[in-house]
């Protein structure tokens, strides 16, 4: 208690506690999240073992454009990450992905590195900047 | 002259713990190249869409996404598609359900309304819920496990952390039957 009155009793100190202050603000501001935003999805069951880049699937994006029945009632994706049998037949056969990504509702499936987008390594999964690793890891 | 410098640094200082405050939307999300999945490197980075581009001019929230997404699609900021073919039923239902068995905790509204905008029945029911109150065994420790209300939860709309967006009505304030709610509640 002494000390802190005698911080406060002179100008060093109080230069002192205004850095402080100054650096608390600034570190407000360049706070940065965990790492990657809230319910992306890494597709990697079949992509790095047949040399292409994991998919990163955008849930922020796509719930932007479409509401969750779309793809998980009238397409058939179900609500678990790896759980369904991708792979690009089934993708130019116009399934999952290939329902939208054919050049008339998205851009096409030519275009590789926009879903095979991802850092090598990367495990099949749910990620989320904010606490949650998905089911049971929250 | 010894007390003005000191009570200047005083104002000082106060107006920078209060300046946060003032400040406004302090959002942030990772960009792409620095999120620890998308490579750098790639072809891709320069073409695909950062979060904060999109996700900053939608109403603010505290977590997950920082979007409140239930506040953008009521109040019209996303117009998302309900269905691809034009066949296909598109069902709302506004039903709320008042849970009990909640403990020291408040009481749980589960709104149908808010959840059909975005969900189709056969999401949730017969797979997750049983379509009749109190039948399916809820717990909070399944909840956690990613089981009922956790399949989404804390993986893709806003996370368990937020006991009270959930846990929202106090004992004193709630004195009906629980289950199916027959009245909207006053204010809606």
Known sequence: MRKIRRLLENKTGWWFLSVLAVGWVAGLFHAQPAGAEYADVVLNRLSEANGVRPVIYPHWFHRIRFRCKVCHSELGFKMKAGGNDINMLELMDGKFCGSCHNNNIAWGLENCHRCHSGLKGLETGIRGGHKAGGPGVW | MGLSWRRWMF???????????????????????????????GPSIRELQNPADALSILPPDLIGNMVRWVGALDQGFIQPRANLQPGTKVTVLDMDLIFGKTGDQPYVRFPHKAHTEWLDCANCHEGIFKTKFNASGITMAQILEGRFCGVCHGAVAFPLTECTRCHSVTPDSFKGAFGAQNQTPAGK
């Open chain 2, 11 to 41: 104002f000082f200082c106060m107006f920078l713990l209060v300046f946060p405050a003032l400040a406004g939307d302090k959002r942030v999300w990772k960009p792409l190249d620095k999120d620890g999945l998308h490579d750098p490197q």
